[in-house]
C-alpha cells in the first residue's frame, strides 16, 4: 500500500519558470495539505483542499501561487515566475474524510525545489 | 505571530537517559497537541497525540503532557535510543479538523 508520493523529489528552475509539484495522495484519502519548509525552519501551512473543493488557502502567497486537487489525479501546487525566495521543501500530507484530528497527517518524502 | 514555539532548536542526550522536548502554544483554541517526528530527506512522521481534555498519553517508549493553563506541552523518550535522533516537531490542530500549525522543531541527537 503506497503512501503519499510526491514527485518529482528534486526540481531545479531558474528564475521566472514555472514550478509544478505532484501529490498522489495514500489510496481512500480525500483531504490533501501543502506545507513548505523553509532553510532552518519549521513547517508552513499554505493550503488544505479536498476533491475539487479549496477549503482553506490562507497560508498560500497571493500571488503567483495555485493549488488544485481534480476529481481524477494528483493534486497539483503551482508557481509561476519562481524566485530564488521560493527554493524550499514542499510537503503533500492527506487523511481519510473521517480523519480524527489527533490521528495525524500521513506526509510524502516532498520535493526540494531549488530555484537558480 | 508563531502560535506553536519549539524554543530550543537542538538537544543531546546519552543513550538510555530520558529526552524532554519542550513545546508552548499561544491560541487558547487548539485543541489537539501532535508530535511529528523527521528523518533528514525524509517526510515528517507522526509520533503521538493528545486531546486537551487530557493530561497525559503514553505509547511504549513515548509519553506527551499537556499543562493546558500554562500552554505548554512536552515530550518525553524514555529510555532514549540512537535511532530517535530526529527533528521533533510540535503541532496544534482546533476540533474542526483542517490544517495543523507548526512549532520550528527541536533536533535531538542521542549519542551512544
Known amino acids: 500500500n503506497a503512501g503519499v508520493m510526491q514527485n518529482p523529489r528534486h526540481l531545479v528552475r531558474r528564475r521566472g519558470q514555472e514550478a509544478r509539484l505532484r501529490c498522489s495522495p495514500m489510496k481512500g484519502h480525500s483531504h490533501v495539505y501543502w506545507y513548505r519548509q523553509l532553510p532552518e525552519e519549521g513547517l508552513k501551512f499554505m493550503v488544505y483542499l479536498q476533491k475539487e473543493n479549496i477549503i482553506d488557502e490562507s497560508g498560500m502567497p497571493k500571488e503567483r501561487f495555485s493549488a488544485e486537487f481534480p476529481k481524477e489525479g494528483p493534486s497539483i501546487l503551482r508557481i509561476q515566475q519562481v524566485v530564488r525566495g521560493d527554493s524550499a521543501a514542499y510537503f503533500c500530507?492527506?487523511?481519510?474524510?473521517?480523519?480524527?484530528?489527533?490521528?495525524?497527517?500521513?506526509f510524502g518524502s516532498g520535493t526540494r525545489l531549488t530555484v537558480v | 505571530d508563531q502560535q506553536v514555539k519549539q524554543n530550543s532548536p537542538s538537544l543531546s542526550v546519552q543513550e538510555g537517559r530520558i529526552s524532554i522536548l519542550n513545546c508552548d502554544y499561544t491560541n487558547s483554541m487548539f485543541d489537539y497537541f501532535l508530535w511529528y517526528k523527521k528523518y533528514p530527506a525524509e517526510g515528517p512522521t507522526f509520533l503521538i497525540s493528545?486531546?486537551?481534555?487530557?493530561d497525559k498519553n503514553e505509547d511504549g517508549r513515548f509519553t506527551v503532557f499537556l499543562n493546558k493553563s500554562a500552554k505548554h506541552l512536552s515530550l518525553h523518550i524514555v529510555p532514549s535510543q540512537p535511532g530517535d535522533s530526529a527533528v521533533y516537531f510540535c503541532a496544534a490542530s482546533g476540533s474542526n479538523a483542517g490544517k495543523s500549525t507548526f512549532g520550528d522543531g527541536t533536533t535531538l541527537t542521542v549519542k551512544p
Open positions: 500530507a492527506s487523511s481519510p474524510l473521517d480523519r480524527r484530528v489527533n490521528y495525524g497527517y500521513t
Open positions: 493528545i486531546s486537551s481534555i487530557k
